[in-house]
T-cell receptor, first 114, second 118 residues
Framework: GAVVSQHPSWVICKSGTSVKIECRSL??????MFWYRQFPKQSLMLMAT?????????EQGVEKDKFLINHASLTLSTLTVTSAHPEDSSFYIC??????????FGEGSRLTVL | AQTVTQSQPEMSVQEAETVTLSCTYD???????LFWYKQPPSRQMILVIR??????QNATENRFSVNFQKAAKSFSLKISDSQLGDTAMYFC???????????????FGTGTRLTIIP
């Protein structure tokens, strides 16, 4: 299957700082990328959908000014958590699709805000 | 809106035995896809099996098979000859029809934590 890689896997930051998480499709061009948030022992909640070169579409209840998503190329999408607070601590997962109906997931990034 | 329900938060089974994970869903759509994803301790989600709603035949993938009951909106996963490497969180997921390809929004269930006991 196709490979999606996230970086960093773990990040710890101080409250009030911003953190950027990268999601790369390594061997395919991802027409669309999705960002999810997963709380401990819970399901994945879709945060936003991003298409290359256009603004991301955010799910209801997700603050677009706090969670900035950029999809600069067909192989890279970034999620920036701005002015992070402890309640933003979570596991963030991205996935990419090449338009065939199958999603390929990254390894996830654990964010801890102190 | 679609909902996906997994009523078994945790299950455990002896190695080599067969286990069935349940999943029900609710939708008004007629054409859709159903998936089972596996999330091992390493955290990367892996597709286990996929079922197209318009296909009556149940999907199989080696030791993994599904029992898809469209009228009952049920989609269970059977793992035969379970192995230690099957230990993981399993998520059932729903996606609308192929018209949404390129915008594949998945709705996930809450997951079942499966432990294979040596």
């Amino acid at each position: 299957g196709a490979v999606v890689s996230q970086h960093p896997s773990w990040v710890i930051c101080k409250s009030g700082t911003s953190v950027k998480i990268e999601c790369r499709s390594l061997d395919f061009q991802a027409t669309t990328m999705f960002w999810y948030r997963q709380f401990p022992k819970q399901s994945l909640m879709l945060m936003a959908t991003s298409n290359e070169g256009s603004k991301a579409t955010y799910e209801q209840g997700v603050e677009k000014d706090k969670f900035l998503i950029n999809h600069a190329s067909l192989t890279l999408s970034t999620l920036t958590v701005t002015s992070a607070h402890p309640e933003d601590s979570s596991f963030y997962i991205c996935s990419g699709t090449r338009g065939t109906g199958e999603l390929f997931f990254g390894e996830g990034s654990r964010l801890t805000v102190l | 809106a679609q909902t996906v329900t997994q009523s078994q938060p945790e299950m455990s089974v002896q190695e080599a035995e067969t286990v069935t994970l349940s999943c029900t869903y609710d939708t008004s759509e007629n054409n859709y896809y159903l998936f089972w994803y596996k999330q091992p301790p390493s955290r990367q989600m892996i597709l286990v099996i996929r079922q197209e709603a318009y296909k009556q035949q149940n999907a199989t993938e080696n030791r993994f098979s599904v029992n898809f009951q469209k009228a009952a909106k049920s989609f269970s996963l059977k793992i035969s000859d379970s192995q230690l490497g099957d230990t993981a969180m399993y998520f059932c997921a729903f996606m609308k029809s192929e018209e949404d390809f390129g915008n594949e929004k998945l709705t996930f269930g809450t997951g079942t934590r499966l432990t294979i006991i040596p």
